[in-house]
């Protein structure tokens, strides 16, 4: 008998996940290999990469690790040509690699507030118009999931460099949605604060006190919850859902951090 959760699988399937030697991007790599995809796991750091293809691995899943740099174009192409030689096809693009820190308005530059879009928005863009036809080319349709965060969703000072990015990653999200139905589904997840070496890297006592005060679950977040909801957009179990941004924050309505105003 049919049962539903065989939508939630993978069997198959080839996923790239930028971004996968830690954190967020590792979990999904390691979830989608547990629901049977294999797995293109890629970052910049050689060690953190091979290990995530060894958890993949031990879940009788392919890895392959290629090294690409997102923000460097000959690298998303060279990324992009390793999956289809070695696997001949492709199915799930997460586009995880991004990320920036608050930024006092006043203190960003002009260089500072570009990278910041260029790293977390025109990656992504660019990673998906290269994949969205390889995918229709290859398997005949597919899914890409951008990661995101609720510092595109909730205003807040000292984020208008990595909130503006987030922002228009959102709704790249909701316009190539559009571009390229009914064959790619494009959705993202607003993600809340999640315990990673990117979060820790800010992260006090006081900083997490603030933050679990204001989140409704009162707790933060685990790569793991993020990667869920990346397997349920990815899969067969969300074929009928695209331009989405999916909310895994622990019920936030507003910014779990307050940053100094510029001081006018
Ligand atoms: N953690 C949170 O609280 C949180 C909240 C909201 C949104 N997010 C979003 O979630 C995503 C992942 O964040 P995370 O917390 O998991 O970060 P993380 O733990 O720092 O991991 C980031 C991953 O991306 C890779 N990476 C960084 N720069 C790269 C580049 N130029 N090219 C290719 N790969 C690169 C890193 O490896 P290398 O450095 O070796 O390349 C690493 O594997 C980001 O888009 C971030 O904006 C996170």
Known sequence: ????????????????VTGSGRGIGAATAVALADAGAD????????????????????????????????LMEEQRAELVEQTLREFG????LVNNAGG?????????????????????????FRMSCLCAPQMVHTSGKGSIVNISSIAGKFAQAGFASYGVAKAGLD??????????APKVRVNGIAVGST????????MTDDLERAMLART???????PEDVAACALFLSSPAADYVTG??????????????????AGL
């Open 1 to 16: 008998m049919d049962s539903i959760l065989d939508r939630f699988r993978l069997d198959g399937a080839i996923a790239i």
């Open 39 to 70: 797995i293109v796991v890629t970052a910049r750091t050689v060690s953190q990469i091979e290990e995530t293809a060894e958890r993949v691995r031990a879940r009788g899943r392919r890895a392959l690790v290629v090294t690409c740099d997102v």
């Open 89 to 92: 096809r492709l199915d799930v």
């Open 100 to 124: 920036s820190g608050p930024m006092p308005a006043l203190q960003t530059s002009e260089s500072d507030f570009n990278e910041t879009f260029r790293f977390n928005v025109t990656t992504a």
């Open 171 to 180: 709704f790249m999200t909701r316009n190539l949605a559009q571009d390229f």
């Open 195 to 202: 315990m990673t070496a990117a979060l820790s890297g800010i």
């Open 216 to 222: 409704p679950l009162a707790r933060l977040g685990q």
């Open 244 to 261: 989405e941004i999916y909310g895994v924050n622990g019920g936030l309505t507003g910014t779990p951090m307050e940053m100094p105003r």
